[in-house]
């Protein structure tokens, strides 16, 4: 038994102009929200917390990085670790270390990053 794929056209007059350009041209696999979706430029936020870890670490951002989203994406991950912790976090992580009866491990003082995830899974977040 063959199925018929085509759509009824017979109460589609509201509806025929919904479903079309819902795709990019040749992409058949799925719709923007889809995984294989590629980007070609960075997102603005992406673009700004880039440019603050490049500042914070005295580095200057790749070029590259301004205008291709994998450059940016790999720049970020690549240093986002580095960025030192501020004052206000160690202070904080400190006093939850002293409350709480848990050592900070050294690895998680030297990364801005890593200490906001530690603050957080000590206050149960």
């Known amino acids: ?5 085509q759509p009824n056209r017979s109460n589609t007059s509201n509806n025929s102009n919904n479903n079309r350009n819902t795709r990019a041209p040749g992409n058949n696999r799925g719709t923007a929200g889809s ?3 590629q980007r070609s430029n960075p997102t603005d936020k992406m673009l700004t917390y880039a ?14 990085a301004e205008t291709s989203f994998d450059a940016c994406r790999a720049f970020i991950d690549a240093n986002a670790d580095s960025v030192p912790p501020t004052d206000k976090q160690l202070s904080l992580a400190q006093r939850l270390s002293e409350s709480n009866g848990v050592d900070i491990p050294d690895d998680v003082l030297a990364s801005k990053r890593k200490l906001s995830a530690w603050i957080d899974e000590q206050n149960g977040n």
């Open 51 to 64: 440019r603050k870890i490049a500042d914070e670490l005295s580095v200057e951002l790749p070029v590259e």
């Open 35 to 37: 995984s294989n979706v």
């Open 1 to 5: 038994m063959a199925f018929n794929r």
